[in-house]
């Protein structure tokens, strides 16, 4: 189908599907429009409710400080996530429960429980403060999904410490920008992680991304195996000789509100990542209440969020938001669908998942696999399913709710970003979600579609969406780039623009198309179309670069790329190799181009920007649309 009758088939999507009544019933939220309503008409009323279920070393004098496009949230108070994430449970006699199940590739598994990860935690925060790292510095975290690299982030919050996770599938150019623009004091690492059965070394990528740079004072690896470190290098320091040479009680540092708890870089639309800064108060608060709400957690659950660390879903709802409310989850490492398409489904079975947490691109390809896999599987501990990264095309919601929810379970599509920090809209279990559309607004969070001016479109039309008023959880600024974060607000003058397409129903369901800007969606990883063109500019052939994203069946949109060849140069099938092998090691796998075309020529404006929209379209045999400004 071409993408426009595609287009015109989702905007008439009205299938509904009611939650099942034994969901509803333990549901937190059961009534969704009334307590809407009281959210917007007294925000930082509800907030603050919020808030009282956490502890707070010293509360808040004011809720909101509202500086247009500057936001404070509960001014003056005091707190630590790691005491509301970890302490707070042990205090109140659940010391003794799984926090974590973390399996590996090969079927290891190994629990820690809430006592033993607040140890673990303590003894490395002492550890980082005799490395001489203090409230406020930086460190980059480049560690798998595991137990440890979950500590390291509670470790920095703990003392205060800033940290900055990059995503252990980027490569050495990537990870250098990320440690370079933070000014990170120490770096944490692990030798190497697995997956598809192979190891793939970590350490060797951070000695080459931190050649040079002396800011990087040590580099604390954990050696799972025992056989990396020489000990030839003083700036190495073994993860566990850390941890157990150090004391394993460390008061958790008094912390503001509106201290900053972590930067994590996300692609935008220049070449140049930008560092989304987020702080304590309202980031704990709104992580904590929508891992609450939409996943519906209880005492008892068990919860998997199959995201990586190294995203801001890790972020939030696999550390923060979920430990916030001291349940149970499963993290994994290594690949979705090795040894068998099978795995994911055999821990449903095993460790009798409630809710799970994943992203459609995944879905896609299990539907690939066929549904044979988990038929193979008891999945009817599930009872709520999310998703998450990008737009659920309607076939991929029904084989998710038929064949994974057994037709008995909530589907919850959450819409937001890094960003956001948390979830903005999404349907909660409560109220019937309707296949593709995202649902309607959290609480006291208000969202509109707009044209380029502002204006509010009628329903089911396509526009900007744009959030209007702040939120607990947004971002505070981009690290050292303010006029960036300014940016985010004044491009609409006086809402927040999210940079995706988006339209709302009658009913104030918002269904969300895709991005509006220069950003790629490559399975559920954000990319910057700058980033891969510069990466790919800085090989020796190539004088110009414009990349694209293109409709793709499994990754939801893979990467093309138009390359303009220096004098010299001519097109080979060699030369593509070596391109794509050469943004993968500037970038990492995920941003590798799945298509390299060679051409003369790219369409400019007059001021000489790339107007990738012609590529595009004429890619996709579209309608070009406005011209106008093309110089030929
Ligand atoms: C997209 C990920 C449709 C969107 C949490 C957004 C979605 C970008 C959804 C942010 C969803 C995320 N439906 N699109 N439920 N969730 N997106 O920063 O384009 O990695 O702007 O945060 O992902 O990606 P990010």
Not at 27 to 34: N, R
Not at 497 to 522: K, P, T
Not at 575 to 580: H, N, P, S, V, Y
Not at 616 to 623: C, H, Y
């Amino acid at each position: 189908m071409a993408e426009k009758e595609k287009l015109e088939v989702l905007l008439k999507v009205k299938e509904k599907y009611e939650p099942p009544k034994e969901v509803v019933d333990r549901a937190w939220v059961k009534d969704y429009e009334s307590l809407y309503k009281e959210s917007v008409q007294d925000r930082e009323g509800f907030w603050a409710k919020v808030a009282e279920e956490l502890e707070w070393f010293k509360k808040w004098d004011k809720v909101l400080e509202w500086n247009y496009p500057y936001a404070k949230w509960f001014l003056g108070a005091k707190t630590n996530i790691t005491y509301n994430c970890l302490d707070r449970h042990v205090k109140s006699g659940k010391r003794n429960k799984v926090a974590y199940i973390f399996v590996d590739e090969d079927n290891n598994e190994r629990k820690i429980t809430y006592g033993e990860l607040l140890e673990l935690v303590s003894r490395l925060a002492n550890g980082l403060k005799s490395l001489g790292v203090k409230k406020g510095d930086r460190v980059s975290i480049y560690m798998p999904t595991t137990i440890e690299g979950v500590a390291s982030m509670l470790a920095c919050a703990r003392i205060g410490a800033i940290h900055s996770v990059v995503f252990a599938g980027f490569s050495e150019g990537a990870l250098r920008t990320r440690i370079e623009d933070a000014k990170a004091k120490v770096v944490i690492t692990s030798s190497y992680t697995k997956r598809r059965g192979k190891r793939v070394d970590l350490l060797p990528t951070v000695e080459n991304a931190i050649d040079g740079l002396e800011f990087v004072e040590k580099v604390v690896v954990w050696d799972r195996d025992g056989d990396t470190l020489s000990g030839d290098s003083s700036k190495f320091v073994e993860f566990y000789e850390l941890v157990n040479s150090s004391s394993p009680e460390c008061e958790p540092e008094e912390m503001d509100a509106e201290d900053p708890l972590f930067i994590l870089y996300t692609s935008g639309t220049t070449g140049k990542p930008k560092g989304v800064l987020h702080t304590t108060g309202g980031y704990m608060v709104q992580t904590y209440f929508t891992s609450k709400v939409v996943f519906d957690l209880h005492e008892d659950d068990i919860y998997w969020c199959s995201a990586d660390i190294g995203w801001i879903t890790g972020h939030s709802y696999i550390v923060y938001g979920i430990l916030a409310n001291g349940v149970t989850s499963v993290i994994t490492e290594g690949a979705p669908d090795y040894p068998n398409p099978g795995r994911w489904w055999s821990y449903i079975e095993k460790y009798r998942v409630n809710v799970f947490y994943t992203a459609p691109t995944a879905i896609r390809l299990f539907m690939k696999y066929g549904e044979e896999w988990p038929a193979k599987y008891d999945l009817s501990s599930l009872r709520i399913l999310g998703s998450v990264g990008e737009p659920i095309n309607p076939e991929a919601w029904h084989w998710y709710y038929k064949h994974i929810g057994g037709q008995r379970c909530v589907i919850v599509d959450t819409w937001w970003q890094t960003e956001t920090g948390a979830h903005m809209i999404t349907t909660v279990p409560s109220y019937p979600a309707k296949p593709g559309k995202a649902g309607k607004p959290m609480f006291s969070v208000e969202v509109d579609v707009v044209d380029k001016d502002g204006n509010r479109l009628p329903p089911d039309t396509v526009g900007f969406l744009v959030v209007k008023t702040p939120w607990p959880s947004m971002l505070r600024t981009c690290w050292g780039e303010p006029e960036r974060y300014e940016k985010y607000w004044n491009t609409i003058q006086g809402v927040y623009f999210a940079g995706d397409l988006a339209s709302y129903d009658e009913e104030g369901y918002v269904m969300i198309l895709g991005r509006a800007d220069d950003v790629i969606n490559v399975a559920g990883h954000r990319i910057g179309t700058m980033e891969v063109e510069s990466a790919l500019v800085d090989h020796p052939a190539v004088a110009e670069a414009a990349v694209i994203g293109k409709p793709h069946e499994v990754k939801g949109e893979s990467i093309k790329a138009f390359v303009i060849l220096k004098k010299g140069h001519e097109p080979s099938e060699n030369l593509i190799e070596e391109l794509k092998l050469h943004v993968r090691k500037v970038l990492g796998p995920v941003a590798v181009p799945d298509e390299i075309e060679f051409i003369d020529k790219l369409p400019k404006t007059r001021s000489g920007k790339i107007m990738r929209r012609i590529l595009k379209a004429q890619e996709l045999g579209l309608e070009v649309g406005d011209v106008s400004t093309l110089e030929d």
